[in-house]
């Protein structure tokens, strides 16, 4: 079974710029989170799709970044325009739901650590 | 607001010691609690995790942790650590409630000397 994957791997850029990271789940896992860290310090929650719906958002910084998830699959997060501060390694996680016990594992793709200039 | 705190964020200890990480969490009602690794150049993975019963939670390669409700903590174990064990590790909290949005700490590097 593939596991959640994420690309770029790293991404470079100037301030200013765009970014787009994208996450590929677990197939048939309908909970969708977002994480970021930034250098030293904790792994934070950014936000939580169920299927193609916003559930949480409560951790997106600000109005510069936007989560999509067509269709319940695959989740986009742009960065718009980016700043240095938002550099950092963004990471997806997947979970399945309704199952005992399976709801509250996350399984975690590897990052996209961005670095902005 | 909810946080989890790791006590220590470098340890450095010499194969075949003894290992004893720290976690604290701050959060009311019931919690789902996680340790998880990330090895060198790896994805973050689950050592293991407490949902329920047994507060002695034994994970893979030899890890425990241990669930004390009252201390609101969730120590990580290890009798005879390995040079194999170098990696940074995260002690996480979630709620059955809200999404089970992650709280993590900070982190705890661990270097194992051969």
């Known amino acids: 079974e593939a596991g959640v994957t994420q690309f770029p791997s790293h991404s470079v850029i100037e301030k200013g710029q765009t970014v787009t990271l994208r996450c590929d789940p677990i197939s048939g896992h309908d909970n969708l989170y977002w994480y970021r860290r930034v250098m030293g310090k904790e792994i934070k929650f950014l936000l939580h799709?169920?299927?193609?719906?916003?559930?949480?958002e409560s951790g997106m910084p600000n109005n510069r970044f936007l989560a999509e998830r067509t269709g319940g699959t695959y989740s986009t997060l742009k960065v718009q325009p980016a700043e240095l501060e938002d550099s950092g390694v963004y990471f997806c996680a997947s979970s399945q739901i309704g199952t005992s016990g399976g709801a509250y594992e996350q399984f975690f793709g590897p990052g996209t650590r961005l670095t902005v200039l | 607001a909810q946080s989890v705190s790791q006590h220590n964020h470098h340890v450095i200890l010499s194969e075949a010691a003894s290992l004893e990480l720290g976690c604290n969490y701050s959060?009311?009602?019931?919690?789902?609690l996680f340790w998880y690794v990330q090895y060198p150049g790896q994805h973050l993975q689950l050592l293991l995790k407490?949902?329920?019963?047994?507060?002695l939670v034994k994970g893979i390669k030899g890890f425990e942790a241990e669930f004390i409700k009252s201390k609101f903590s969730f120590n990580l174990r290890k009798p005879s650590v390995q040079w194999s064990d170098t990696a940074e590790y995260f002690c996480?909290?979630?709620?059955?409630?809200?999404?089970?949005?992650?709280?993590f700490g900070a982190g705890t590097r661990l270097f194992v000397k051969a």
């Open positions: 996480a909290v979630n709620r059955n409630t809200g999404g089970f949005k992650t709280i």
């Open positions: 407490y949902f329920s019963g047994d507060p």
């Open positions: 799709f169920v299927k193609e719906s916003k559930q949480d």
């Open positions: 959060y009311g009602g019931t919690v789902n």
